[in-house]
């Protein structure tokens, strides 16, 4: 157990440190990123269990019924119809194209949800895939990086293109978009860097990258950079 808590908890402090630095750059301040009941909202996790999670401390429902029927909970008393009132049973049912008897056991958690039933239930609140079944942890990440790439877009916005250098943790203009126009002369022909460049620009190829959901794969896209920068760099025959 201890070993996978501490496998759990990497990721939320490497999302968590990304998320303190960008807001920082935008200036947003970190008791409105950070807050509590918004990223339970939006996680699905109970407060409590974010609170604990934001202080390194292990928490969360191991249950995968528990905590379908305490996402689904928080659903019905956050997602509400135009009029503000709950959704019915029947209108879920309806909504989600299932039985009323269906929805019924779903809801008083007499019946455990297939996967079909989870995809249906998402898809008629409107919340991305996985919701009603992550585990807290996972749940918590996910809310983060969906604010780490709000964040990501906020300072693309305020910084505009073409504002100079920025480092790699504020997604910025870096040494590749430097070689690529200094070698823009040099070449009759554009090279795939030269396209990406002008196509997405940095900023844009960074937020792409933020929006991959582990280290690794973000380390793989700076490789695939760094080799199609080394080709623009190589002289020609």
Not at 97 to 119: F, I, K, V, W, Y
Not at 151 to 164: H, Y
């Amino acid at each position: 157990m201890e070993g996978r808590g501490a496998g759990e908890a990497a990721p939320l402090r490497a999302v968590t440190a990304r998320v303190c630095s960008l807001a920082d750059r935008v200036g947003v301040p970190r008791a409105e990123v950070f807050d509590v009941a918004r990223l339970s909202a939006a996680s699905g996790v109970p407060e409590g269990v974010v609170k604990a999670l934001l202080n390194g401390r292990p928490g969360g429902e191991r249950d995968v019924q528990t905590r379908f029927l305490q996402r689904l909970d928080l659903l019905r008393r956050t997602r509400l119809r135009p009029d503000g009132r709950r959704y019915t049973q029947r209108e879920i049912a309806d909504g989600a194209g299932m039985s009323r008897q269906q929805a019924g056991a779903l809801l008083n958690g007499d019946r455990r949800p297939t996967m079909e039933h989870c995809d249906a239930l998402q898809r008629f609140f409107g919340v991305h895939a996985g919701f009603l079944t992550a585990e807290d942890p996972e749940a918590l990440v996910g809310a983060l990086q969906r604010t780490e790439r709000e964040l990501l877009r906020r300072l693309a916005d305020r910084e505009g293109p073409g504002r100079g250098e920025h480092d790699r943790e504020g997604a910025g203009r870096g040494r590749a978009d430097r070689e690529a126009e200094e070698g823009e002369g040099e070449h009759g022909s554009e090279d795939a860097l030269e396209r990406l460049l002008r196509d997405h620009g940095v900023r844009g190829i960074a937020w792409r990258a933020a929006q991959l959901p582990t280290d690794q794969h973000r380390d793989k896209v700076a490789e695939w950079l760094d080799m199609l920068l080394e080709s623009v760099r190589r002289p020609g025959p």
